[in-house]
């Protein structure tokens, strides 16, 4: 495991208009991941893990501070910047799987890839590999709703894989999903960080959160604890 | 172009409700099919009106006398005078610009006594005395014989060329007219030619109840003298009829004694101000048509945008989806041009083939109800066509519009931050 660092973020602010009022959600975060590293984002509901998330994945922008991420400085991004660097560097997992509901599993993993522009024959069999790794090479031509949360979530975490990102972000991975099925979806997680990919993971179940190999733990939108999770 | 994924994701998004689809599609279907049967219309129209001018030269003008309306030259106003042979001769001389010049004589109207035996069929016709050049200035469709030529008048020959509704209450139906004789006012002719008109209506039957003989034939057999009831003229190519007819009543005017001011003493019909004027109404009806057919498509395209709005609405998670995968602004722009831009053509494709059917049917029926009438009365409405140029300007409008009508809702799709698209339930 090396030492560079895959996400450095310095002293970022980040506020919300409400009305009159300033939202404040996060103020002055500075954390950093290196590669290779499991994290996972702690804290209760408005405590800005969310929001940090987002801008993590360059979905959201920050008022000040520095975010770095491979070494690229993400700020003031364009829309087509922006999506260049999602689809380079950046595998989402979200909460509610987010698959595309008219494309079957193989096309949905295969997603990414489009917008790279490889060719259909190729990204679909990528696609096939990465379905088999999740054991669900025998529904790759079945469409979403024809799956269990389970089996999605093995979807969106193949989708998340195939372009080879530098991290990926899992946000909630395992609030649609009964605790069987959370634990092997951590299996799965664990197995991919081995392989060397960086995960962060935004949770607030204590026993996923234990699953991984470090814990920021968020509170007012600043980080309260940053620790080695003791098994 | 051809993208499999993104045809899959278009009609994905145009076959989740069907009904709306099809309603939508149906407001563009209706403007370009609107467009085209009132464009067709119009070609059928215009096309039926330039035929009943029949074969009529567009540089032709006619003058005819009427009374003076000033004096001069010692003659008190409203003082009558005639066209004569002399005249003819001064014309020639004097306006070298003219090409044809075509003196006329009428003899008797159709609407007097019958002038016109034959064994016991009388019947009351125009006889009209005539030079050969008349026939290319209003020309007639000779069904059988001959018309008139130069020999006819250098002999003055007691020759008639009769129009068909003359042989048809002179002659019956299997009889051949041709070198058969006929009496006019007493005097025997003997008939050389049959003639169909080319125009329609009233025109086309009083040209059809008519005898036309040599013009010095019926002076001299009638006692007319040399005198010539108007003129047929046509100007030189590049030249306009127009200049012809002021150098020509100049001439006219000096000869007859009339004030170079009075205006109302040579009566004159100019055809091609005729045309021009026709021109100008068929240019106003077709921009007419234009602005009614963009119109309704307008309010065709109008919908396809509004129900692309809704769609992009309905797909915000997933075009939220897309862009947090890393689809680039461009490709969801595209996508939504792509989807309206496939509405509005197929729906306006429909509307254009549609339409040109219809077109085409009338046509087809039109023909066959011709075909049938073996005595048809000519139509104001002929041959209603849809040109290609027209069909595929109509369909370079549809791209368009269909451009525009996606440009806003694509706009929409991608003003959305993602992180609030992804939130969008």
């Avoid at chain 1, 990414?112 to 696609?127: H, I, T």
């Avoid at chain 2, 020639?92 to 003219?98: A, G, R, S, T």
């Avoid at chain 2, 299997?174 to 006929?182: S, V």
């Avoid at chain 2, 109509?394 to 706009?411: D, K, R, S, T, Y």
Wanted: some cysteine; aromatic content about 8%.
């Amino acid at each position: 495991m090396n030492n560079k660092a895959i996400i450095s973020v310095k002293n970022i602010n980040k506020s919300y208009d409400a009305g009159i009022n300033k939202l404040h959600v996060l103020k002055g975060i500075e954390f950093s991941v290196r590669q290779g590293e499991m994290v996972s984002i702690m804290g209760a509901s408005g405590s800005g893990k969310s929001t940090l998330l987002n801008i993590l994945g360059i979905l959201d922008n920050y008022d000040s501070g520095e975010y770095h991420l491979n070494e690229v400085l993400m700020q003031n991004l364009s829309e087509k910047k922006a999506a260049y660097y999602r689809n380079q560097f950046i595998g989402f997992v979200f909460q509610s799987f987010n698959l595309i509901s008219f494309k079957n599993a193989m096309e949905n993993v295969a997603l990414p890839l489009y917008y790279q522009k490889v060719g259909r024959r190729q990204r679909n069999k990528l696609a096939l590999e990465y379905l088999d790794r999740m054991g669900l090479k025998d529904w790759a031509n079945h469409m979403p709703n024809e799956l269990s949360g389970g089996q999605k979530q093995r979807i969106a975490i193949a989708r998340a894989m195939i372009s080879k990102p530098k991290v990926i972000l899992a946000d909630e991975p395992t609030g649609a999903l009964d605790s069987k099925t959370s634990q092997e979806v951590m299996d799965i997680f664990d197995d991919i960080n081995n392989q060397g990919v960086t995960l962060i993971i935004v949770t607030h179940e204590h026993d996923i959160a234990m699953r991984t190999r470090r814990i920021v733990r968020l509170r007012d939108g600043v980080i309260e604890q940053d620790y080695i999770p003791q098994n | 172009m051809f993208d499999r994924d993104r045809w899959q994701e278009i009609f994905t998004a145009l076959k989740k409700n069907k009904l709306r689809t099809v309603l939508t599609a149906f407001g563009v279907f209706w403007g370009i099919f609107v467009l085209v049967v009132m464009l067709g219309s119009g070609k059928g129209l215009e096309n039926g009106t330039r035929n009943g001018m029949g074969g009529f030269a567009t540089n032709s003008m006619f003058m005819w006398t009427q009374r003076t309306t000033l004096p001069y030259k010692g003659f008190k106003k409203g003082r009558r005078y005639n066209f004569n042979n002399t005249d003819t001769k001064a014309l020639k001389d004097n306006v070298p610009e003219i090409d044809l010049l075509a003196p006329r004589l009428q003899g008797w109207s159709g609407n007097t006594n019958n002038n016109v035996v034959r064994g016991l069929k009388t019947g009351a016709f125009s006889i009209y005395g005539d030079l050969p050049d008349y026939n290319r200035i209003d020309p007639v469709t000779i069904l059988q014989g001959r018309y008139l030529n130069e020999e006819d008048v250098a002999e003055k020959r007691k020759v008639a060329v009769i129009g068909v509704r003359v042989k048809d209450v002179l002659f019956t139906p299997k009889e051949n007219p041709i070198g058969q004789y006929i009496r006019i006012n007493g005097v025997y002719f003997q008939v050389i030619g049959l003639y169909k008109s080319q125009h329609n209506g009233g025109w086309a039957e009083e040209q059809e109840q008519s005898v036309e003989i040599p013009l010095n034939t019926l002076q001299q057999t009638y006692n007319y003298g040399d005198a010539v009831g108007w003129y047929s003229i046509t100007s030189k190519t590049g030249i306009s009829v127009s200049e012809v007819e002021d150098k020509a009543k100049v001439v006219l005017r000096q000869r007859h004694s009339i004030s170079p001011d009075d205006k109302e003493a040579i009566g004159s019909n100019n055809v091609e101000k005729q045309f021009k004027k026709m021109d100008g109404l068929f240019t106003g009806i077709r921009a007419l048509v234009w602005i009614v057919g963009i119109g309704s498509l307008l309010a065709g395209a109008i919908g396809v945008s509004n129900i692309m709005l809704f769609i992009v609405k309905e797909r915000t998670k997933e075009i939220g989806i897309q862009r947090a995968i890393g689809a680039p602004p461009w490709k969801i722009v595209s996508q939504i041009l792509m989807e309206s831009i496939v509405l509005t053509t197929l729906a306006g494709y429909c509307g254009l083939i549609c339409g040109v059917g219809l077109v085409e049917l009338i046509n087809l029926f039109l023909t066959k109800q011709a075909a049938n009438n073996p005595n048809p009365e000519r139509a104001m409405f002929l041959n209603p066509s849809v040109d290609f140029g027209v069909a595929l300007t109509a369909l370079l409008i549809l791209v368009v519009c269909g451009a525009i009508a996606g440009l806003i809702p694509a706009q929409r799709a991608v003003s959305i931050k993602p992180i609030d698209a992804l939130r969008y339930e």
